[in-house]
Structures are given as C-alpha cells and as structure tokens.
C-alpha cells in the first residue's frame, strides 16, 4: 500500500513562529502536493513539485514555501505563521498526471 | 479562477434509496474528472473517474459527465450507511496539468 505520512496529527503554534511541515511518501512517487482543507472551501492547492528540487506555486501560495530536497520528501513552511493560517494540511502524492492522489492523514495547524 | 461547485448539503437519504450528488465546473476546455470520497476526521480517496461524456458505472457507483452542459454527477445506487462521508468533485482544467481543482464537497448521510 502506499503510504505518505505527515510528521504531525496536531499543532500548536505562536503567531510569527516559522513552521515546518514535513511529508514522506514511500512509493516512489514523482508529484507530491500541498493542500489545505477549511470547511466551506474545499481543499486549495498550495505548492505542488514534480521532480526532486522542483516547485510550482497553487492557487494560494502566498505565506508559504516547499522545499523539496529528496525524492520522498516534500516540505511545507510558514515562514511567520498567522492566525488566517490556521487549517487542515494534507499532503499528497501521484505517479502520473495528477489524477489519483493518496493523501497523507493531515495536520491540523493552530496558530494562536 | 477556474472553479468547481458542488451544492454543500447536507444531503440525507433513506438506506437503499439512490443518492445523487451534483458538480459544475467553469472551464470548459477541462477534460479530466474525479470524484473523492471522504469520511470524517480521514482523508479523501479517489472513487471515481471520468473523461468522456456519458456514465461510467464501477459497482453501486455511477459518475455521469456533460460537457455540453459543464456537469458531473455521482450516483449511489442502495445507498448504504457506510456511504456516509463527504463527496469531493475534483477536475483537471486545461492548461492546468497534474493539478486538481476540488469542490467544497456535498455531505452525504445515509439513515438506516
């Protein structure tokens, strides 16, 4: 089974505090992908990356940045968190074009 | 903005009754299109897909696609409680590739 696992089910972070969230997918995957869940907005695509070293910004990049220095690993920031930032992160991964997404569990970020 | 909408519910339907659950999309050049099942506190799966106008049936499950009309439907045949989730439309637009654009989602509760 694949399996992409986020570092943290839950987090509580400060205003101004720089965040990191960390993705790991164990099947080899190409296309890795940020989202983030509110209710009554769906999931919106932060940052996605196609290949080790490569990011594209989503429809709401703003506040954010990837890094992705391995292949299996694809790594969200805040540079200085915000309340408005508070939300559900999930992290997914594809083989392919986009299509068949596996997600991670999520995590849940407070920023108070 | 290309955007998908979905009507958010609740939507509640009777056990073995059919549940019909509806997706507009604005860009009309998309091509590729999903449906995601989500159920509380998890995350989304991919269920159905659909690519060519007409019904693709894979079990108690039937998505419909009309390009004519920008709409895609999701129809559950003996509706089940174990159907209980959130029901995500997700499609690729043109000019957008390997990035999926979600709804916000129609939650479905099927009563014993």
């Known amino acids: 089974d694949v399996k992409v696992t986020q570092s943290s089910r839950y987090l509580v972070k400060r205003t101004g505090e720089k965040v990191f969230l960390e993705c790991v997918q164990d099947?080899?995957?190409?296309?890795m992908f940020w989202y983030r869940q509110d209710p009554g907005l769906g999931l919106r695509l932060i940052y996605f990356?196609?290949?080790?070293?490569?990011?594209e910004k989503g429809d709401i990049p703003e506040g954010y940045s990837v890094s992705r220095e391995k292949k299996e690993r694809f790594s969200l920031i805040l540079e200085s968190a915000s309340t408005n930032q508070t939300s559900m992160y999930l992290c997914?991964?594809?083989?392919?074009?986009?299509?068949?997404?596996?997600f991670g569990s999520g995590t849940q970020l407070s920023v108070l | 903005q290309k955007e998908v909408e979905q009507n958010s519910g609740p939507l509640s339907v009777p056990e073995g009754a059919i549940a019909s659950l509806n997706c507009t999309y604005s860009d009309r050049g998309s091509q590729s299109f999903f449906w995601y099942r989500q159920y509380s506190g998890k995350s989304p799966e991919l269920i159905m897909s659909?690519?060519?106008?007409g019904d693709k049936e894979d079990g108690r499950f039937t998505a419909q696609l009309n390009k004519a009309s920008q709409y895609v439907s999701l129809l559950i045949r003996d509706s089940q409680p174990s159907d209980s989730a959130t029901y995500l439309c997700a499609v690729i637009s043109s000019g957008s590739a390997r990035q999926l654009t979600f709804g916000s989602g129609t939650q479905l509760t099927v009563l014993p």
């Open positions: 099947m080899d995957h190409e296309n």
């Open positions: 990356s196609y290949d080790v070293k490569m990011k």
């Open positions: 659909i690519y060519s106008n």
């Open positions: 997914a991964s594809d083989q392919g074009r986009g299509e068949k997404l596996f």
